[in-house]
């Protein structure tokens, strides 16, 4: 049964933007701590930013700093991430994932979406 669903990955250029949306259809996800992770090809699963259950704190990668931000609204039961300024090197599969806390190590987020793919052109 799939938890979470991630949707906007797409491809786009070098300093373009995108907005990936995160739902939870049929179950409520408002006291978790949501974030999310991205993949590259040949490459560790990597930490790209988390929020509270609350959307009031919020921290990021130092590698997407100042270009992505996180956000939530409760009452969709929905999670985004706004990627501005888009760099070859942010291609990857994005995930978002749930969790008790915020928190960097993956293995901490006990739900998972199957991702969704982002490619950056140069």
């Known amino acids: 049964q799939v938890q979470l669903q991630e949707s906007g990955g797409g491809l786009v250029q070098a300093g373009g933007s995108l907005r990936l949306s995160c739902a939870a259809p049929?179950?409520?996800?408002?006291?978790?701590?949501r974030g999310w992770f991205r993949q590259a090809p040949g490459k560790e699963r990597e930490f790209v930013a988390s929020i509270s259950w609350s959307g009031d704190s919020a921290f990021y990668a130092d590698s997407v700093k100042g270009r992505f931000a996180i956000s939530r609204d409760n009452a969709k039961n929905t999670v985004y991430l706004q990627m501005n300024s888009l760099k070859p090197e942010d291609t990857a599969v994005y995930y978002c994932?749930?969790?008790?806390?915020?928190?960097?190590?993956?293995?901490?987020?006990?739900?998972w979406g199957q991702g969704t793919q982002v490619t950056v052109s140069s």
């Open positions: 049929g179950r409520a996800f408002g006291s978790y701590a």
């Open positions: 994932a749930a969790g008790p806390n915020m928190v960097i190590a993956a293995q901490d987020y006990g739900y």
